[in-house]
Nanobody, 126 residues
Framework: QVQLVESGGGLVQAGGSLRLFCAAS????????MGWFRQGPGVDSEFVAA????????AYADSVKGRFTISRDNAKNTVYLQMNSLKPEDTAVYYC???????????????????WGQGTQVTGSS
């Protein structure tokens, strides 16, 4: 089992940047594919970004492509989400997710992930 703790959320003006962190503990981090999801007010959770266990491949939702970057440091047991050019519609609670992976794949479905953090709030102001 792996435990995930997100941090780095906050209030940012439109056009600004934030970097989210997800610290993992409990198991060998490099065995886990990682993802970021978000849930805005009154909407369902949506996929944001994903990364393979090696960090060699990534995937993004169309709504964040070109603005957000997911990365990981397996030596630090941490995955990051760099968010640039933030928009008010990026306002949401952002969740980190993990699942043990043996294929070197990334996953965009919330049901692909067994482990979740508690979330961190990101608010983009206009």
């Amino acid at each position: 089992q792996v435990q995930l703790v997100e941090s780095g959320g906050g209030l940012v003006q439109a056009g600004g940047s934030l970097r989210l962190f997800c610290a993992a503990s409990g198991r060998t981090f490099s065995n886990y594919a990682m993802g970021w999801f978000r849930q805005g007010p009154g909407v369902d959770s949506e996929f944001v970004a994903a990364i393979t266990r090696s960090g060699g491949r990534t995937a993004y939702a169309d709504s964040v492509k070109g603005r957000f970057t997911i990365s990981r440091d397996n030596a630090k047991n941490t995955v990051y989400l760099q968010m640039n050019s933030l928009k008010p519609e990026d306002t949401a609670v952002y969740y980190c997710a993990a699942d043990q992976d043996y294929k070197g794949s990334y996953y965009s479905g919330r049901y692909d992930y067994a482990y979740w953090g508690q979330g961190t709030q990101v608010t983009g102001s206009s």
